[in-house]
């Protein structure tokens, strides 16, 4: 199952990067890094009758680089970890690491085609939990009257996203919505996304889980245009 997710995974970001390669144009680089408040869910079925909700919240540093090959797309790679504190029906911290490879097209000026691969683990004193989520969605930029200011929707799904102990999930996706504003070399952006995993849906094993993040994040150009 491993070798086919990051085959999909790979197989996404090179028809992403075909028309990219082609293009011709100039190579642009940019870094960037980001503080996000992250809330995460999970309520199992599976665990006592009630099924109830486990909450867990805390703050996630980020950091990466990104680069604009031609006109039209995107490579980037980056990270992001911290430490997600116990609240209501949790009993332990949990530490969140990810990795992350992302790629996008540009299909029209509001428009890109987005695609890659996230892998993350989710660590306490008693367990550790593997996710590997490869992902194709769209995003679409709604620019406002005010020059460098502009609105930012996402959707993808990941069909799949698999975790280690569990089943695959029967729904995957991840849904955001921000403001971004662009000045010179530097672009700033706020943005919430949130990510829900439906996994044994109608059974006595049933469990939902989802990962709730308002980000905000500072990209600097270093070369060429901001990718």
């Known amino acids: 199952m491993r070798v086919a997710t990051f085959r999909v995974a790979a197989t996404a970001l090179v028809v992403l990067g075909?028309?990219?390669?082609?293009?011709?144009?100039?190579?642009?680089?940019?870094?960037?890094?980001?503080?996000?408040?992250?809330?995460?869910?999970v309520a199992d079925r599976s665990v006592g009758g009630?099924?109830?909700?486990?909450?867990?919240?805390?703050?996630?540093?980020?950091?990466?680089?990104?680069?604009?090959?031609?006109?039209?797309?995107?490579?980037?790679?980056?990270?992001?970890?911290?430490?997600?504190?116990?609240?209501?029906?949790?009993?332990?911290?949990?530490?969140?690491?990810?990795?992350?490879?992302?790629?996008?097209?540009?299909?029209?000026?509001?428009?890109?085609?987005?695609?890659?691969?996230?892998?993350?683990?989710?660590?306490?004193?008693v367990s550790r939990q593997r996710w590997t989520a490869p992902y194709l969605g769209a995003a679409v930029r709604v620019p406002f009257a005010i020059p460098g200011l502009r609105g930012l929707l996402d959707v993808a799904v990941h069909p799949f996203a698999g975790v280690s102990g569990l089943a695959r999930p029967e729904v995957a996706i991840t849904t955001g919505a921000g403001l971004a504003y662009a000045r010179g070399r530097l672009d700033v952006q706020v943005g919430y996304a949130l990510e829900r995993y439906d996994f044994a849906r109608a059974t006595v094993g049933e469990?939902?889980?989802?990962?709730?993040?308002?980000?905000?994040?500072?990209?600097?150009?270093?070369?060429?245009?901001?990718?």
Do not use: K
């Open 18 to 41: 075909l028309p990219v390669a082609a293009s011709g144009q100039g190579l642009g680089v940019a870094f960037t890094g980001g503080l996000a408040l992250a809330e995460h869910r």
């Open 50 to 125: 009630a099924g109830g909700v486990e909450v867990s919240s805390g703050t996630l540093f980020s950091s990466g680089v990104r680069f604009r090959v031609g006109a039209r797309g995107t490579v980037a790679l980056g990270g992001r970890s911290g430490v997600l504190h116990p609240g209501r029906g949790a009993s332990l911290p949990r530490d969140l690491a990810e990795l992350g490879l992302d790629g996008s097209y540009r299909m029209r000026e509001w428009l890109d085609v987005i695609g890659g691969v996230r892998i993350r683990s989710y660590t306490t004193m």
């Open 207 to 227: 469990r939902f889980e989802q990962l709730a993040v308002l980000t905000i994040q500072a990209r600097v150009r270093a070369r060429g245009a901001m990718p």
